[in-house]
């Protein structure tokens, strides 16, 4: 007679094969559900369940100007997921945390860009196929717009909460020079993107002037735009600029590289523009991924999210000129930096101690 612990040793552990496909069954799923999402943030959906409150499919497509039966089929799927509730009179109402991931872009848990990634890579998936044989770059257009979506609402959040009062003290003559209203800092916000760091630099210390570069066209017009909004035109100037290349102005006090060293083509002529950049005292701050010491295989979540970014994302952006030198985010370890540092000429590079799971801050001077 078997007993239920006969039963529990019976039962086959799963083949390592299983284990694969089990793996990359949740991943298929999990894919599937952020591009979901992606289309409740583009619809409109979440917004209008958050502002206009709790509907039915009726309600809702009317709301949004969206299909009634796609409607339908998108809020069952969003209460299967467990991102919305229905009531017995199939009103559909957000769940908790939803509002702050998917709905208010300056919350600390906005997470709306990460639904943006999937769909920019897909676009350029064709792109990249020929580039792996190729060996030719894929420029940022070749992801569409939603590119520039991803990349804004990734870090804005972060910019929005924690650049002013968590990490800048860390730096305190960077802070102080800042904030000093007798000698109005210099500020370049290298690769700027749509400039979000470049406002709240801008709107927290209200004697500064940011000049905020980038190369990518549609992120400095979206940035003229938000800068506009927010009030801080008159001493934010976006403007579509090489970094890599000595920069259009100088005198600096401070230059920052919000993660994008590791996405250039020549890191080390960006560094060196920055550091020619600077005026006397001036320091340049490099936001970097918070990778391991050491490659690492296989790696923790970090690593695994880097590695996936750089095939996809970084290398081949960085590598649209020849002789590209481009680093990616895997590898733009510690060691990497004090490197890339001491080749562009600074005589001192530290570590900020900003404790943070994505990113490493260092400051380069000399
Ligand atoms: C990962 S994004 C970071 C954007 C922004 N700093 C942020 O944190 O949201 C990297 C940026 O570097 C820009 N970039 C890449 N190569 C560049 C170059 N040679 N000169 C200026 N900007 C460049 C890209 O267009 C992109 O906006």
Request: hydrophobic fraction near 40%; aromatic fraction near 8%.
């Amino acid at each position: 007679m078997s007993t239920m612990l006969d039963q529990v040793e019976e039962t086959p552990t799963p083949s390592a094969a299983e284990e694969v496909s089990g793996r990359l069954f949740l991943q298929t799923l999990a894919t599937a559900e952020l591009l979901n999402a992606y289309l409740g943030v583009e619809l409109g959906f979440y917004r209008s369940l958050s502002k206009d409150g709790p509907a039915t499919a009726a309600v809702l497509a009317e709301r949004s100007g969206a299909d009634l039966r796609y409607t339908q089929e998108w809020l069952a799927q969003q209460a299967v997921a467990g991102l919305l509730t229905v009531s017995e009179e199939a009103v559909f109402s957000l769940c908790d945390g939803v509002h702050e991931t998917l709905v208010d872009e300056t919350s600390p848990f906005y997470a709306g860009g990460m639904a943006y990634i999937a769909p920019a890579m897909g676009r350029a998936l064709p792109s990249l196929v020929a580039a792996f044989r190729s060996g030719d770059g894929v420029p940022l257009t070749s992801y569409g717009a939603d590119a520039v979506t991803a990349q804004g609402a990734l870090n804005r959040p972060a910019y929005e909460n924690s650049l002013i009062d968590e990490w800048l003290p860390q730096v305190p003559e960077v802070q102080a020079r800042l904030a000093d209203s007798t000698r109005p800092a210099r500020v370049a916000d290298l690769g700027a993107g749509v400039g979000w760091a470049s406002i709240r630099l801008a709107e927290a210390f209200p004697h500064i002037s940011v000049d905020g570069y980038d190369l990518d066209e549609e992120s400095i017009a979206r940035g003229r735009r938000y800068v506009a909004d927010r009030g801080v035109a008159g001493r934010v100037d976006l403007e579509v600029a090489d970094i890599t290349r000595p920069l259009p102005r100088d005198g600096y006090d401070v230059a920052f590289f919000f993660e994008c060293l590791h996405d250039l083509p020549h890191p080390v002529a960006a560094l060196e523009a920055a550091r020619r950049s600077l005026a006397p005292g001036g320091s340049v701050i490099v936001m970097e991924e918070n990778v391991a010491e050491n490659f690492t295989a296989p790696g923790d979540e970090v690593e695994r999210f880097m590695a996936a970014a750089g095939t996809l994302w970084c290398i081949p952006q960085g590598r649209t000129e020849t002789g590209s030198e481009v680093v990616g985010p895997l590898e733009i370890r510690p060691a990497r930096m004090q490197r890339l540092s001491e080749t562009a000429g600074f005589t001192s590079l530290e570590i900020v101690p900003i404790e943070h799971p994505f990113w490493r801050f260092y400051r380069l001077q000399g």
